[in-house]
């Protein structure tokens, strides 16, 4: 019985000595689920759903039906998922509102793998700034397939003159979960650094998402600022 755990290995009590990035995934599940089934402690039930849809994303990526085939899950809990999940995004979101200059390449991270991990198919981003670097919009560019979205310059220049912004940071989606950039998307990037040079619109970065996982093209030396 979870109740005669040690207080510390308890998710809820160990999230208020240690802190949420202390826990496991089954454990913050857990704490979402509140209670078990017959059988089956909350902690246990939480580790079999993971087994079965594979990762915390695929449960968020599960739709109603195929949610509430498992059990111990219901259409409350469908909907309260979403909402947490929207709450996420929502504040990730105001963290990035319009007029805040972009000071932590991880707040921007955490921004765009909110608005992408989840997506099934590529969807091609921009975040266009002003010249301090204060956010001024982020725009859904180019959707795609399961592993490729065709991707026009032209139309990424005419949003950037559109927004009047004086640098961009391009961001993708791997729904495939591996984060490293293909030659395709070092071949875009360089097409894009190029196209918004002539309009003297800085590239400071291309992101790549894949599940919890980021590419930076700028941490990685390549970027020409």
């Excluded at 689920?33 to 087994?51: A, I, M, P, Q």
């Excluded at 079965?52 to 309260?80: E, M, P, R, T």
């Excluded at 940071?169 to 293909?182: F, R, V």
């Excluded at 918004?196 to 400071?204: E, Q, R, S, W």
Aim: net charge neutral; with cysteine; hydrophobic share 45%.
């Amino acid at each position: 019985m979870l109740k005669d755990w040690p207080a510390d290995e308890k998710p809820r009590e160990k999230l208020l000595q240690h802190g949420a990035q202390s826990l496991s995934d089954a454990e913050l599940l857990a704490i979402f689920l509140r209670t078990g089934v017959k059988g089956c402690h909350v902690v246990d039930l939480s580790r079999k759903l993971l087994k079965s849809f594979g990762s915390i994303s695929k449960i968020y990526q599960a739709d109603l039906a195929s949610f509430c085939q498992h059990h111990g899950l219901g259409v409350a809990k469908y909907v309260q998922l979403q909402a947490c999940l929207e709450m996420s995004k929502r504040y990730l979101a105001e963290q990035m509102d319009m007029g805040q200059a972009l000071t932590s390449s991880a707040m921007t991270q955490n921004f765009l793998t909110a608005e992408l991990r989840h997506e099934t198919r590529e969807v091609f981003a921009v975040l266009f700034l002003n010249t301090q670097h204060q956010v001024i919009k982020f725009e859904r560019l180019f959707h795609g397939t399961i592993n490729a979205a065709a991707v026009y310059p032209r139309i990424v220049v005419e949003f950037a003159i559109k927004y009047q912004a004086g640098a961009v940071i391009l961001a993708h989606n791997h729904p495939s979960g591996i984060a490293e950039p293909s030659i395709a998307d070092n071949q875009i990037t360089t097409r894009l650094e190029q196209a918004l040079a002539l309009i003297d619109v800085k590239v400071l970065d291309h992101i790549i998402v894949a599940g919890c996982y980021c590419y930076s093209y700028a941490e990685h030396g390549r970027i020409s600022l």
